[in-house]
C-alpha cells in the first residue's frame, strides 16, 4: 500500500505545473500541521509531536501538542487541551489562556483564536517579555469570529467558519480598525514574514494572494498554486512554500 501511495506521489510531482518545482520531504511523515517563519520551520505530526527542522533533519521537540507556530514572536505551541506554551530556553512554559490556534507571525505580537472562535492578540511587549508564570499576560479580545488567523507586516488574514476571508490592520498593542471582508473561501490562511499570503480551500486547492504591497496589503486577487492532490496545510517563508496533503505527504516547493 505504501509503496503504491509512493508511485502514485511520484507521478504527482510529474504533473505539478513547471512555475512550481515541488519535492517530497521524504524524513518526515504524517504531518497535522507546519510553519515556517524568519528561516525556521516547525511542525507537528498526527500523533502531536512536535518538531524542528535543522538543515534536513526532524528534531523532536519535547511534549505533545497539536499546534505550533514560529515567527518574530518566537516558538509557541497549542497541545490537546487548548492549553498554551512558549517555548523557552528549551523547555516549554505554560502561559495564561486557552486557544484552539495562534501565530507568531506579526511584528512580535501575537494572535489566535480559542473554541469559540472568538480572536485575542497579545501585545508586542507582553510576548517579548513572556518567561514563565508571572509574568503578565493581557489578552485583548478582537472583534468578530475567526476559526484561524496568522498576521504578517501588511496586516493580519483570518478566515470565519463559513471560510470567510478577512483582513484586519493590527499594531502591536492590539490596537486595530476591524476586519474588513476579502474576496474568496479558504478554510486556512497562512501570511509570510514577507507579507506573502498563502490559504488552501475545503477542496484541498491552494491559491497566493496577489499584487499585496505595503500601500495595498489587500492585494488584487487569488491565484491558484497547482497542486495533484487535495492538501490541509500550507506555510511560505524565504522562497519555499511548504504544503500538507490530506493523505500524509508533506512537500516543499520552489518558484
Known amino acids: 500500500m505504501r509503496a503504491t501511495a509512493a508511485v502514485l506521489l511520484v ?31 516547525v511542525a507537528t505530526d498526527t500523533s502531536q509531536i512536535p518538531y524542528y527542522l535543522v ?14 507556530t514560529v515567527g518574530p514572536a518566537g516558538i509557541w505551541g497549542i497541545n490537546k487541551a487548548d492549553s498554551i506554551y512558549k517555548y ?29 472562535d472568538t480572536p485575542y492578540c497579545l501585545t508586542r511587549s507582553a510576548t517579548v517579555g513572556y518567561k ?4 503578565p499576560l493581557p489578552w485583548t479580545g ?11 507586516p501588511f496586516g493580519c488574514w483570518a ?3 463559513n471560510d470567510d476571508i478577512y483582513l484586519m490592520s493590527l499594531n502591536q498593542d492590539c490596537q486595530n480598525n476591524g476586519w474588513r471582508h476579502i474576496d474568496g473561501k479558504l478554510s486556512m490562511i497562512e501570511v509570510a514574514t514577507d507579507g506573502s499570503v498563502f490559504g488552501v480551500n475545503s477542496a484541498g486547492q491552494v491559491y497566493t494572494r496577489d499584487g ?34 490530506k493523505s500524509g505527504f508533506t512537500m516543499v516547493c520552489t518558484h
Open 159 to 161: 478566515v470565519n467558519k
Open 132 to 135: 514563565g508564570p508571572g509574568s
Open 55 to 68: 538543515g534536513d533533519e526532524w528534531i523532536r521537540l519535547p511534549g505533545s501538542l497539536k499546534h505550533i
Open 11 to 41: 507521478l504527482c510531482l510529474l504533473t505539478i505545473s513547471h512555475a512550481w518545482d515541488c519535492q517530497e520531504v521524504v524524513n518526515i511523515k504524517n504531518l497535522m500541521q507546519i510553519d515556517a517563519g524568519l528561516g525556521q520551520v
Open 88 to 116: 523557552v530556553a528549551g523547555n516549554w512554559v505554560q502561559a495564561a489562556g486557552l486557544l484552539k490556534q495562534l501565530d507568531a507571525g506579526g511584528e512580535q505580537f501575537i494572535v489566535g483564536a480559542n473554541v469559540d
Open 212 to 245: 499585496i504591497t505595503a500601500s495595498k496589503p489587500e492585494g488584487t486577487g487569488w491565484s491558484n498554486v497547482p497542486m495533484c492532490m487535495q492538501m490541509k496545510h500550507v506555510t511560505y517563508d524565504l522562497g519555499r512554500l511548504w504544503v500538507v496533503s
Open 142 to 152: 478582537l472583534p468578530g469570529s475567526v476559526k484561524y488567523s496568522s498576521c504578517g
